[in-house]
């Protein structure tokens, strides 16, 4: 097993050229939020931007744009009731607060079956996914799938440790050729044929909406061009590094996940 440390993720990152435009950066789209969690679409978004995607568009229900409005300007927005295109985009992300209803369901099952690019499945899609099982045989390849441990044990069974659940991580990831992260204390990247363990982050991000933000991050590099396995190595380890760097100024308790998004401008001034 690889640790993702400055070292590998110097090799992996490529710096922006100075006279690029918005274009060259892709475009991102991010299928999150509902009536009660239109917080997780403005992370994931605000994160998504924060790393460098040169277009981010905010797929939500029409009845909420006017939260995106007033806090994220620099996203686009299209309306969830709208008819959707999907070929104007680089990268997908879906999952942050959408819900596990049946009208979200379908949305999955619409991305699903109308793209092939790699795909960032999260939180309630991931849960979408466990009650819907036939579908990961479905996923687009190389998408990249960020279960916690509970979000885990729903896809993939009931495990006694960390060790367990590693071992049919990389299992799953090289049958299903998806890249699966599992979150944690020493979050674990595998693709199922190499295995990473990241060497970043603290007890700071174990709150709400670390990993919105996360998603947001991971998309920003797919959108970008990066190769999955490497947009995951690079947003895990930035998420983690500018959770670290936040402990200047809070403590893991004070911490919140829009300070550290705040900070990403820092790390990545670190691994440059």
């Known amino acids: 097993m690889t640790p993702i440390d400055i070292h590998s993720i110097r090799k992996i990152f490529r710096k922006r050229q100075p006279d690029s435009h918005k274009g060259n950066h892709g475009h991102a789209l991010i299928i999150a939020g509902s009536k009660t969690k239109m917080g997780a679409a403005v992370i994931a978004s605000k994160a998504c931007l924060r790393s460098g995607a040169g277009l981010v568009t905010l797929n939500i229900p029409k009845k909420e744009k006017a939260a995106?409005?007033?806090?994220?300007?620099?996203?686009?927005?299209?309306?969830?009731?709208?008819?959707?295109?999907?070929?104007?985009?680089?990268?997908?992300?879906?999952?942050?607060?959408?819900?596990?209803?049946?009208?979200?369901?379908q949305l999955l099952k619409l991305l699903i079956s109308n793209t092939k690019k790699p795909t960032v499945f999260d939180a309630d899609a991931l849960n979408l996914l466990a009650k819907n099982q036939e579908l990961l045989s479905q996923l687009p390849s190389k998408s990249i799938l960020t279960p916690h441990v509970k979000e885990f044990d729903r896809l993939f069974g009931n495990h006694q440790n960390e060790t367990e659940r590693r071992a049919k991580a990389i299992s799953k990831a090289g049958q299903l050729n998806v890249i699966i992260i599992l979150k944690g204390h020493k979050t674990f990247v595998t693709d199922g044929t190499?295995?990473?363990?990241?060497?970043?982050?603290?007890?700071?991000?174990?709150?709400?909406?670390?990993?919105?933000?996360?998603?947001?991050?991971?998309?920003?590099?797919?959108?970008?061009?990066?190769?999955?396995?490497?947009?995951?190595?690079?947003?895990?380890?930035?998420?983690?590094?500018?959770?670290d760097i936040t402990l200047e100024t809070q403590s893991p308790e004070s911490m919140l996940i829009t300070d550290v998004i705040e900070n990403l401008g820092k790390a990545f001034n670190k691994i440059q």
């Open 194 to 243: 190499n295995s990473f363990e990241n060497t970043t982050g603290n007890s700071g991000l174990a709150k709400g909406g670390s990993g919105d933000a996360l998603t947001g991050i991971i998309t920003a590099f797919l959108a970008q061009g990066y190769q999955p396995i490497e947009a995951a190595q690079l947003g895990v380890y930035l998420h983690g590094l500018a959770a």
């Open 68 to 105: 995106i409005f007033a806090a994220l300007p620099e996203a686009m927005v299209a309306f969830r009731e709208d008819e959707k295109t999907w070929d104007n985009y680089n990268a997908f992300a879906i999952g942050p607060g959408i819900g596990t209803d049946k009208s979200a369901e």
